[in-house]
C-alpha cells in the first residue's frame, strides 16, 4: 500500500483538473512538488515542503472570507483553478498562492516555503542574505515572484508547479496556519519535517 497521499509519480506540470480539488487536499499533495520560476530572466527553482490551506467563503483567515465578498483585491482568487493569485502582505511582500477548487470558489493554497534545486546563487544574490526560501515572502522574492504573475496559468513558464516525489505520510506535520488571528486554530498548514527549510516548526 502506498503511504503517501502525494500527487503521486508524474512528470511535467501539474494540470488544472488535479488543482480544481479542495484546499486542503491540494496543500497536502503540493508537498514534494516543485516549482519553478523563469521570472526576471534566470531560472530558479524548488521543492515545496511547506503549504497552507485557505478553503473559501467559511474559512474566516481567507481573503474571500464571507464577512469580505468579491472585490478587486480578491477577484483572482474566484480565477480558474492552477493559476496564481499574488497578493502583497503588510503592504511590503509579494506571496504566491495556487488558486484550487471549481472557478468562481474562492480557495487556494500559499506556498510557504521551499528547498532550492535550482539557481541557488540567483536567489541568494535576489535576497541578499542568507535566508533564501523559508518563508512565502523570502520565497517570493527568491523566485522573483511579483504582481506581473496574477492569474498566470501554473502549468506553463515563466512560473509553473510540476509533479514531484510524493511525501510520505509519516513525515507530513499538520499544524495551525501561521501568522493570522482569525481562524487561528484550524489544522491547514502542512509542511515535510525533514526539510531544514520549513520556516516554522
Avoid at 496564481?84 to 511590503?92: T, V
Amino acid at each position: 500500500m502506498n503511504d503517501s497521499a502525494g500527487p503521486g509519480p508524474r512528470s511535467g506540470p501539474i494540470d488544472a483538473d488535479f488543482l480544481s480539488r479542495s484546499a486542503v487536499e491540494v496543500a497536502r499533495a503540493l508537498l514534494g512538488c516543485t516549482v519553478r520560476s523563469d521570472c526576471a530572466g534566470e531560472r530558479t527553482a524548488g521543492r515545496i515542503v511547506e503549504t497552507e490551506a485557505y478553503t473559501g467563503p467559511e474559512d474566516d483567515a481567507c481573503h474571500a472570507a464571507e464577512r469580505i465578498g468579491r472585490t478587486a483585491r480578491n477577484a483572482p482568487l474566484f480565477g480558474p483553478p492552477g493559476t496564481a493569485y499574488i497578493h502583497r502582505n503588510y503592504g511590503i511582500h509579494w506571496l504566491l498562492n495556487v488558486v484550487t477548487g471549481p472557478e468562481g470558489f474562492p480557495a487556494g493554497v500559499l506556498l510557504r516555503a521551499v528547498e532550492p534545486t535550482e539557481g541557488i546563487d540567483v536567489m541568494r544574490r535576489r535576497r541578499g542574505r542568507a535566508e533564501l526560501t523559508n518563508g512565502p515572502a523570502r520565497l517570493a522574492q527568491a523566485l522573483a515572484v511579483g504582481p506581473d504573475m496574477q492569474g498566470h496559468r501554473l502549468d506553463h513558464p515563466p512560473l509553473s508547479v510540476h509533479w514531484g516525489e510524493p511525501v510520505p505520510e509519516a513525515v507530513v506535520r499538520v499544524t495551525t496556519r501561521v501568522g493570522i488571528s482569525r481562524a487561528a486554530d484550524q489544522p491547514l498548514r502542512f509542511y515535510d519535517r525533514r526539510s531544514r527549510w520549513v520556516s516554522k516548526r
